[in-house]
């Protein structure tokens, strides 16, 4: 077996050609770093300090699942204090889960950004978009795609534009969601990052969207906001940043999204994206 290329996955998930004993065993080594290799061990934080999401624990509690499904590590906490050099060498990646407003200090801030440039994995689910907005390192994180608006939870068509990649590879070239909350963004990320999923706008109405919705203050009309018609609209992608990789998906609203066996396997091929290193060759961004 070819121990540079991928692990094959399946429709509902299963890792194939490397068996989860093996994924627990495959050592992996940070860019630059010395010693000896260990093993994929994922930090899921999920702080909030604004909008909290409803799904963040069946969101851990998935993260959880697939990492004893397919061999890797998962530890959950809320508690800023865990962001540190000390703390955060235990891991290969962090995955900020539906966090929202400034959830770190300064010490934070540079352990976590001393940690990506050093070869760690960073992974953003949803509203890690909603995040640290005053932090020019986490706009690099997010190649500027930055959360500006969504309108009322409902289906719309996510179009697959990467059919090689192991977070996109297993859907159709049209995925249709049944109900999710679908992000506008500040900026495309499309020229400082890899697309892997966007949405057909003519499938589900960008508009009115919370920049329009009315306040205690002005209850009718709406007040004039800004559209959420991007156009051109990714929904997930991957960039390097120094030694590491970020990934992100605008996907995870809604907690019926972790219980869909395709989400679940977009989610899974994050997580693994963002440890690319050892013997998981995964692709580049």
């Known amino acids: 077996m070819c121990e540079s290329c991928p692990p094959t996955l399946t429709r509902r998930g299963m890792v194939t050609g490397l068996g989860a004993a093996t994924l627990a065993a495959t050592p992996l080594l940070p860019a630059g770093a010395a010693g000896p290799r260990r093993p994929h061990r994922v930090l899921v934080f999920s702080r909030t300090t604004g909008f909290r999401h409803a799904s963040i ?13 397919h061999g890797f590590a998962v ?12 703390r955060l060498r235990r891991f ?13 200090d300064d010490q934070g801030r540079g352990d976590l950004r001393d940690f990506v440039l050093s070869g760690g994995g960073w992974v953003g689910v949803h509203s890690a978009a909603d995040t640290e907005y005053d932090w020019g390192f986490y706009t690099r994180l997010l190649a500027r795609g930055r959360f500006l608006c969504h309108p009322v939870q409902q289906p719309g068509v996510v179009v697959r534009e990467d059919a090689d990649h192991i977070a996109t590879r297993h859907l159709p070239r049209r ?16 020229p400082r990052a890899r697309v892997l999923l966007s949405i057909d ?4 109405q960008q508009d009115p969207n919370t920049s329009q919705l009315p306040s205690e203050e002005q209850p009718f009309p709406p007040p004039e906001g800004v ?4 156009g051109d609209h990714p929904m997930s992608w991957q960039r390097r940043v120094g030694d590491g990789v970020a990934w992100y998906t605008a996907l995870g ?6 219980v869909d066996p395709d989400y679940r396997q977009h989610l899974l091929g ?6 690319r290193h050892g013997r998981w060759h995964l692709p580049g961004g």
Not at 227 to 230: A, E, L
Request: glycine share 8%.
């Open 57 to 69: 624990e069946v969101g851990v509690e998935t993260i959880r699942q697939l990492g004893a499904e």
């Open 75 to 86: 530890v959950h906490t809320e508690d800023q204090r865990e962001i540190r050099s000390r």
């Open 92 to 104: 290969t990646s962090v995955v900020f889960l539906n966090t929202t407003g400034n959830v770190l």
């Open 175 to 190: 995925w249709q969601v049944p109900l999710e909350e679908f992000y506008s963004f500040t900026d495309n990320p499309r």
């Open 201 to 204: 706008e003519s499938t589900y």
């Open 227 to 230: 559209t959420g018609v991007m």
């Open 253 to 258: 609203h809604e907690i019926g999204m972790y």
């Open 270 to 275: 994050g997580l693994l994206t963002a440890t």
